[in-house]
């Protein structure tokens, strides 16, 4: 994998914790993206919305609308990007529910950096220049 494996892809990352939502920014700009913030889930919304990113990073727990209620106004979208949702419940029904409503990725926090980056890397053909196969 390359030193910048995200360059050219754009990230929205949204947690309502701004000590996890810095550290994922450091990360994934780090890797080249080019990263905006949404601290709640109508924020997340109209940032979809307005600059349509590569690939959401979305926390389940928000105030504003929950990460499950964003997936589900997102669900049927023809040009809906791919999502990983993060989340401290380990709850399997959550997760189920997730995934029916088309989560690209579940994964439990405390999430490893590297983790959250390998999966962001694999959803949006990170490494590759934008706009290959």
Excluded at 13 to 28: E, K, N, R, T
Excluded at 46 to 55: F, K, N, Q, V
Excluded at 62 to 71: F, N, Q
Excluded at 86 to 99: E, K, S, V
Aim: aromatic share 2%; hydrophobic share 45%.
């Amino acid at each position: 994998m390359s030193q910048r494996p995200l360059e050219g892809r754009r990230v929205l990352l949204v947690d309502d914790d701004p000590d996890i939502l810095g550290g994922m920014d450091l990360a994934f700009r780090g890797a080249g993206a080019e990263t905006s913030l949404a601290g709640d889930g109508e924020s997340a919304l109209a940032a979809i919305e307005a600059s349509r990113p590569d690939l959401v990073v979305l926390d389940m727990m928000l105030p504003r609308a929950s990460g499950l209620l964003v997936l589900e106004r997102l669900r049927g979208s023809a040009d809906r990007p791919p999502v990983v949702m993060i989340t401290a419940n380990r709850g399997q029904r959550h997760q189920a529910f997730a995934r029916e409503l088309g989560v690209e990725a579940y994964l439990v926090k405390p999430v490893a950096l590297a983790r959250l980056l390998e999966v962001a890397v694999r959803l949006t053909g990170g490494g590759a220049p934008p706009g290959s196969p």
